[in-house]
Nanobody, 126 residues
């Protein structure tokens, strides 16, 4: 019923930038909590950022000051602007959404009732 389609991944040199997009289709009512996760080879999936209208966005400490999450309600799309990329940022990035109501980042990280994109590869070389 709800589908998330990601785009914008690719390969860049350290210090470069990428912008990931997540287009949401289907019934998005009450799906106001949106965020990004990533999973590097051999590592567990980790939260990156989350946003919910009416609340301040939340970021993992590892990306604060470098990444920015935003949304365009008219396009039913949200984004992850990634600047000053590091090799440690190399991972498959997944967008996610779930119902809102506060504590978006925390609730997304429980993984229950999340809708997920299929992932997009980000590779940062030194």
């Amino acid at each position: 019923q709800v589908q998330l389609v990601e785009s914008g991944g690719g390969s860049v040199q350290a210090g470069g930038s990428l912008r990931l997009s997540c287009a949401v289709s289907g019934n998005t009512y009450r799906r106001n909590c949106m965020g990004w996760f990533r999973q590097a080879p051999g590592k567990e999936r980790e939260g990156v950022a989350a946003i919910e209208r009416g609340f301040r966005p939340t970021y993992a400490d590892s990306v604060k000051g470098r990444f920015a999450i935003s949304q365009d309600d008219a396009k039913n799309t949200f984004y992850l602007q990634m600047n000053s990329l590091k090799p440690e940022d190399t991972a498959v990035y997944y967008c996610a959404a779930r119902s809102g109501g506060g504590n978006c980042y925390t609730r997304l990280k429980t993984y229950d009732n999340n809708f997920w994109g299929q992932g997009t590869q980000v590779t940062v070389s030194s």
